[in-house]
């Protein structure tokens, strides 16, 4: 099993960002899917859950209305359009099998400052 995220950056408050997340070695079309983050100094946050079909997301507060998540079935991939970037949505994120992130990727870093 493998989670490949990308598309990380160093952008500006305001700034649109758009994660990917590569999986393999499960059949991903069966999973439901989730988007986890880690801050500096804090704990793993849920971000949102995509069902898998693609018809179902679910949002934390603070991003529910700037991020969107959808994915590609047929090729294996996960993504996180983040719109209207906050300083505060600063951190690694990952992509997940789990609400916890505990089947979760090696991470993409965004760092949103100005």
């Known amino acids: 099993v493998q989670l490949v995220e990308s598309g990380g950056g160093l952008v500006q408050p305001g700034d649109p960002l758009r994660l990917s997340c590569v999986a393999s070695?499960?059949?991903?079309?069966?999973?439901?899917m989730y988007w986890v983050r880690q801050a500096p100094g804090k704990g793993l946050e849920w971000v949102s859950s995509?069902?898998?079909?693609?018809?179902?997301?679910e949002y934390a507060p603070s991003v529910k209305g700037r991020f969107n998540s959808f994915r590609n079935n047929a090729r294996n991939v996960l993504y996180l359009q983040m719109n209207n970037l906050l300083v505060e949505d600063t951190a690694v994120y990952y992509c997940?099998?789990?609400?916890?992130?505990?089947?979760r990727g090696q991470g993409t870093q965004v760092t949103v400052s100005s």
């Open positions: 995509i069902n898998p079909v693609g018809t179902t997301t």
């Open positions: 070695g499960f059949t991903f079309s069966d999973d439901w």
């Open positions: 997940a099998r789990d609400a916890s992130g505990a089947r």
